[in-house]
């Protein structure tokens, strides 16, 4: 009975900093970058997009679609910024706990 109130404290915990990370998360801001740093943007680390930036000498009409290549590149960019920033948040708080591998909690 004492281990299943130490598993139950410990599980409050972890509730606890979960929900701490998520908060931090929509904080955390990601810069991505594409095409030598002429396209950014920032992301949340819960994937919000919050701005974008393009150089001035991307702003030619016959190349369109290599601004939006660039853009998606750098969105992805940020993206997975954000997922390994979510990844280490997640690893610091799961340390030591009996959880199965590969389970996601967020």
Do not use: H
């Not at 002429?38 to 009409?61: F, R, W």
């Not at 190349?63 to 290549?69: A, F, G, M, S």
């Amino acid at each position: 009975m004492k281990d299943i109130m130490g598993l139950m404290k410990q599980a409050q915990a972890m509730q606890q900093k979960l929900q701490d990370a998520q908060a931090e998360l929509e904080t955390l801001e990601v810069d991505g970058t594409a095409g030598g740093g002429v396209v950014t943007v920032k992301v949340t680390g819960k994937g919000s997009l919050k701005a974008i930036n393009i150089d001035p000498s991307l702003m030619n009409p016959d190349e369109k679609e290599i601004l939006e290549d660039l853009i998606v590149a750098a969105m992805n960019d940020a993206r997975g910024k954000a997922e390994r920033a979510t990844q280490e948040r997640m690893e610091g708080i799961t340390k030591g706990l009996p959880l199965p591998p590969g389970l996601k909690l967020f």
